[in-house]
T-cell receptor, first 113, second 114 residues
Framework: GESVGLHLPTLSVQEGDNSIINCAYS??????FIWYKQESGKGPQFIID?????DKRQGQRVTVLLNKTVKHLSLQIAATQPGDSAVYFC????????????FGQGTELSVKP | ETGVTQSPTHLIKTRGQQVTLRCSSQ?????VSWYQQALGQGPQFIFQ???????GRGNFPPRFSGLQFPNYSSELNVNALELDDSALYLC?????????????FGNGTRLTVT
């Protein structure tokens, strides 16, 4: 079956360091990917998305990399700050899934001062 | 720009009861999706509404039903509540029924079934 999974359930980094959160997906038909950040007591907040015709996209302090060959997605956060502490989810969508986003389990990022 | 709002924020119900959760979509968005998020898990797709009709459904039983209104707001109804229905219910809106646009989530309704 299809699934989106994360390699690391928890990640602890020092403030100022770069963070890398990884995600593997199994549905080769997936063609749209999104990263969300979820803070305690809140809904998921959109960070960045990427379509399958791209392999890299940059935002403010964040970069998403897509490797379709090995079905791998990563989120890089530059100069990680305490406010970045949250659970990060990758999600995928494909044409045969209609409006359904498939979420991974999530990675908890903890930033140490 | 008004974001996605959900009500109530918290709710406690007894097994067997029925519940209605409400969602107002973000301004300019015409598509609403509902997700269930169990503690420590990623959100699971329940269904999506576009132009007041169900436009895709996840692996949830028929006792989960929904509505979308002309102003694009939406309701999620759950009948015959079970203990396992305890979760955070998230509403998300997007534009034009286009799956390739990011969903914008509300802060959810925390449902506890006792």
């Amino acid at each position: 079956g299809e699934s989106v999974g994360l390699h690391l359930p928890t990640l602890s980094v020092q403030e100022g360091d770069n963070s890398i959160i990884n995600c593997a997906y199994s549905n080769s038909a997936s063609d749209y990917f999104i990263w969300y950040k979820q803070e305690s007591g809140k809904g998921p907040q959109f960070i960045i998305d990427i379509r399958s015709n791209m392999d890299k996209r940059q935002g403010q302090r964040v970069t998403v990399l897509l490797n379709k060959t090995v079905k791998h997605l990563s989120l890089q956060i530059a100069a990680t700050q305490p406010g970045d502490s949250a659970v990060y989810f990758c999600a995928e969508n494909s044409n045969n899934q209609g409006g359904k986003l498939i979420f991974g389990q999530g990675t908890e990022l903890s930033v140490k001062p | 720009e008004t974001g996605v709002t959900q009500s109530p924020t918290h709710l406690i119900k007894t097994r067997g009861q029925q519940v209605t959760l409400r969602c107002s979509s973000q301004s300019g968005h015409n598509t609403v999706s509902w997700y269930q998020q169990a503690l420590g898990q990623g959100p699971q797709f329940i269904f999506q509404y576009y132009r007041e009709e169900e436009n895709g459904r996840g692996n949830f039983p028929p006792r989960f039903s929904g509505l979308q209104f002309p102003n694009y707001s939406s309701e999620l109804n759950v009948n015959a509540l079970e203990l396992d229905d305890s979760a955070l219910y998230l509403c998300a809106s997007s534009t034009q029924g286009n799956r390739n646009s990011p969903l914008h989530f509300g802060n959810g309704t925390r449902l506890t079934v006792t």
